[in-house]
């Protein structure tokens, strides 16, 4: 005997020995002790049915959390640039005013030399 679904083209109507068997075991307790009830899945949520989300409202949740993490990455990011870029330019002032300083100290040697070579030679014409 053929026991292929597609094989008998009309419908069974009467319920299968073995889906009632199953009915019976689950309505009825191996053990025999009728008066215990049948154990339930566990529940992993205590909270209420009423404050429980669905799917659809915790991904929305979680992608407003992605949104404004990400926003404040990129507050984060430019105020470091900006603490850099600031960083930077006092660094370019600090360098150039020290330039400026070994500058004139070089032209105040330079002249203070030019001052001397100037009063030998005059020393030297008045000889």
């Known amino acids: 005997m ?6 008998d083209p009309t419908p069974n109507t009467e319920p299968s020995a073995s889906t009632n068997i ?8 191996v053990s025999g002790k009728t008066w215990k009830h049948p154990k339930t899945a566990t529940r992993r949520s ?4 009423s404050l429980r989300k669905n ?16 926003l404040e ?4 990011e430019e105020r470091e640039a900006e603490k850099k870029r600031k960083l930077e330019i006092a660094l370019k002032r600090k ?3 020290e330039e400026k300083e070994r500058q004139e100290k070089l032209i105040t040697i330079y002249s203070a030399k030019k001052l001397k070579r ?3 030679r005059k020393e030297r014409n008045k000889k």
């Open 55 to 70: 799917w659809n409202e915790k991904l929305k949740e979680r992608n407003e959390r992605e949104a404004l993490k990400m």
């Open 95 to 97: 360098q150039r005013l």
């Open 46 to 49: 205590q909270l209420p049915r």
């Open 73 to 76: 990455k990129e507050m984060k």
């Open 2 to 7: 053929n026991l292929d679904k597609h094989s």
């Open 22 to 29: 199953k009915k019976l075991s689950i309505t009825r307790r």
């Open 118 to 120: 100037l009063q030998k």
